[in-house]
């Protein structure tokens, strides 16, 4: 079961680095998949993930800013990982996989330098989830990275709903990310 955590939460990580994909207009501004929902700032764009077949089973939505040409193009993703009925994790062994992947298993992903900035348990409903806030840098390109993650856990899977932007956007960003975050919600 350990493993599997970490396997999911190693995938979600490589998630949130991920970018520069071309993507259409969503026109909406809004994401449902009939059990959660989440808005997000209507000039943003659906992004067609294809990098990674395995990846990309677990993505059930991926936005991003306008893009200027050069930067890292914030975005935000949400992706579902399964797990045995009744057996998902609890939010404080989901973070605590979530950082180890970051610590551990960082400079296989490219990663270094992560450092949590804030973490948070959020009642959504009756549920209890975690935000974290934290930064690391993109070791190919030396860029720091920060990034603010929802990691909601239900019955039998765990959403997580990430917004990553490098460090120099984080203030243009930061409110934007709350606003889509605190959007969350459980059907």
Same mark, same amino acid.
């Given at each position: 079961?350990?493993?599997?955590?970490?396997?999911?939460?190693? %995938?979600?990580?490589?998630?949130?680095?991920?970018?520069? %994909?071309?993507?259409?207009?969503?026109?909406?501004?809004?994401?449902?998949?009939? @059990?959660?929902?989440?808005?997000?700032?209507?000039?943003?764009?659906?992004?067609?993930?294809?990098?990674?077949? #395995?990846?990309?089973?677990?993505?059930?939505?991926?936005?991003?800013?306008?893009?200027?040409?050069? #930067?890292?193009?914030? =975005?935000?993703?949400?992706?579902?990982?399964?797990?045995?009925?009744?057996?998902?994790?609890?939010?404080? @062994?989901?973070?605590?996989?979530? @950082?180890?992947?970051?610590?551990? =298993?960082?400079?296989?992903?490219?990663?270094? =330098?992560?450092?949590?900035?804030?973490?948070?348990? +959020?009642?959504?409903?009756?549920?209890?989830?975690?935000?974290?806030?934290?930064?690391?840098?993109?070791?190919?390109?030396?860029?720091?990275?920060?990034?603010?993650? +929802?990691?909601?856990? +239900?019955?039998?899977?765990?959403?997580?709903?990430?917004?990553? %932007?490098?460090?120099?956007?984080? #203030? @243009?960003?930061?409110?934007?990310?709350?606003?889509?975050?605190?959007?969350?919600?459980?059907?």
């Amino acid at each position: 079961m350990r493993n599997r955590i970490v396997l999911l939460t190693i %995938c979600l990580l490589f998630m949130t680095i991920i970018t520069g %994909c071309s993507g259409g207009n969503t026109g909406s501004g809004e994401f449902s998949n009939g @059990e959660v929902s989440f808005t997000y700032p209507a000039d943003w764009k659906e992004i067609k993930y294809k990098k990674d077949a #395995d990846m990309a089973q677990y993505i059930e939505a991926f936005v991003g800013a306008p893009m200027k040409m050069g #930067d890292f193009q914030p =975005n935000a993703n949400l992706t579902v990982h399964s797990f045995p009925p009744r057996k998902t994790p609890d939010i404080h @062994e989901l973070i605590r996989a979530a @950082e180890e992947a970051f610590t551990v =298993n960082g400079s296989s992903m490219g990663i270094e =330098n992560y450092r949590r900035i804030d973490f948070e348990v +959020l009642n959504i409903g009756e549920v209890e989830a975690g935000l974290l806030t934290s930064e690391y840098t993109v070791s190919k390109s030396n860029t720091r990275m920060k990034t603010m993650q +929802l990691v909601v856990p +239900l019955e039998d899977k765990a959403y997580n709903l990430t917004a990553t %932007c490098s460090s120099s956007q984080w #203030d @243009e960003y930061e409110e934007v990310f709350t606003e889509i975050i605190q959007s969350f919600s459980i059907i």
